[in-house]
């Protein structure tokens, strides 16, 4: 089950990470997309909940957010790219995995890096 929470720490926040089992930090390569990510993961960690983050709308340099996470020793899962594809399609309500096929594969290999890092093993289809 995917829970999604607003962005900070408020009480919703808490209490949708109060019952997982991993948290996905989904971020973006700004400055207030890295404070929020830094506020969060002082809760994840303080909650022990392990974590990996996801760089949303990134523009395909190394960002503050690559910079921190190299130094936090934090995995970054993957990234979505700032395309006018994806962001057409987010505009018209359709999935970007609908348009860009190839990203329905990196979501299940993304899928599979969290999976892995829970120790679960998963049979096959």
Not at 8 to 24: H, I, M, N, Q, W
Not at 49 to 67: A, H, K, Q
Not at 88 to 111: I, Q
Request: glycine fraction near 6%.
């Amino acid at each position: 089950m995917i829970l999604d929470s607003p962005p900070g720490t408020s009480c919703p926040v808490v209490e949708t990470l109060r019952k997982v089992d991993y948290a996905l930090m989904v971020t973006e390569p700004t400055p207030f997309g890295l404070h929020d990510l830094k506020l969060a993961l002082q809760i994840v960690r303080e909650m022990k909940i392990p974590f990996g983050v996801v760089i949303n709308r990134d523009g395909g340099t190394y960002s503050m957010i690559d910079e921190f996470a190299r130094e936090e020793k934090i995995e970054i899962l993957e990234k979505i790219p700032f395309e006018r594809e994806i962001a057409k399609a987010y505009s018209n309500g359709v999935l970007f995995t609908d348009v860009l096929p190839e990203w329905k594969e990196r979501f299940e290999r993304l899928y599979e890096k969290i999976l892995k890092s829970l120790g679960v093993v998963r049979c096959s289809r």
